[in-house]
Antibody
Framework: QVQLQESGPGLVKPSQTLSLTCTIS??????????WSWIRQFPGKGLEWMGY???????HYHPALKSRMSISEDASKNQFSLKLHSVTAADTAVYYC????????????WGQGTLVTVSS | QSVLTQPPSVSGAPGQSVTISCTGS?????????VHWYQQLPGTAPRVVIS???NRPSGVPDRFSGSKAGTSASLVITGLQAEDEADYYC???????????FGGGTKLTVL
């Protein structure tokens, strides 16, 4: 059974960088065939896919976020991470890491989510 | 503003049925991509209740069913129970984003 766990600061100042890590258990980020994603949920409850990493480091990002985000992998720790630069209050959300077998399939596995608030 | 369109809320009495609609476009549902449905209880992550338009994962009651036609999909819940009260989201793949797109969510109230 795959389990995902997000970790990182719950409060980030405007203009700074949001950094989160997802620790994977029950699967290997190195095994290939899986898409490891970051998804966020705004306070008004809307969900937004942000991007994913797959096939040992290949990444794809939402066009609206591409210029200020990155996703990286750390195979030695079986983790993947999110960096979102130049944050504003509009980036306040619950951030989920998630996994799916293919981009056309359901997102079967989700972390519990972590609330990140952008405020001075 | 969400890419897929859902009604903000639906309600029904225990034992009744409700239908939640999800409308997309030619770059997602209309392009033939499957629709998946998630249930989200307060304070928890979404969980799949219908995958690939009409498939129930293990553990999901057969009161949940789904369908898809054209650029739209529907989730039907029959024999409503109090435990069904939750937010429901549809999701598909979008060929423009090459990523997931979601509906804005529908709050189901069991009266």
């Amino acid at each position: 059974q795959v389990q995902l766990q997000e970790s990182g600061p719950g409060l980030v100042k405007p203009s700074q960088t949001l950094s989160l890590t997802c620790t994977i258990s029950g699967a290997s980020i190195n095994s290939g065939g899986y898409y490891w994603s970051w998804i966020r949920q705004f306070p008004g409850k809307g969900l937004e896919w942000m991007g994913y990493t797959y096939y040992s480091g290949t990444t794809h990002y939402h066009p609206a976020l591409k210029s200020r985000m990155s996703i990286s992998e750390d195979a030695s720790k079986n983790q993947f991470s999110l960096k979102l630069h130049s944050v504003t209050a509009a980036d306040t959300a619950v951030y989920y890491c998630a996994m799916q077998m293919d981009t056309s399939l359901a997102i079967d596995y989700w972390g519990q989510g972590t609330l990140v608030t952008v405020s001075s | 503003q969400s890419v897929l369109t859902q009604p903000p809320s639906v309600s029904g009495a225990p034992g009744q049925s409700v239908t939640i609609s999800c409308t997309g476009s030619s770059s997602n549902i209309g392009a033939g991509y499957d629709v998946h449905w998630y249930q989200q209880l307060p304070g928890t992550a979404p969980r799949v209740v219908i995958s690939r338009n009409n498939n129930r994962p293990s553990g999901v009651p057969d009161r949940f069913s789904g369908s898809k036609a054209g650029t739209s999909a529907s989730l039907v819940i029959t024999g409503l129970q109090a435990e069904d009260e939750a937010d429901y989201y549809c999701q598909s793949h979008d060929s423009s984003l090459y990523g997931a797109v979601f509906g804005g969510g529908t709050k189901l109230t069991v009266l």
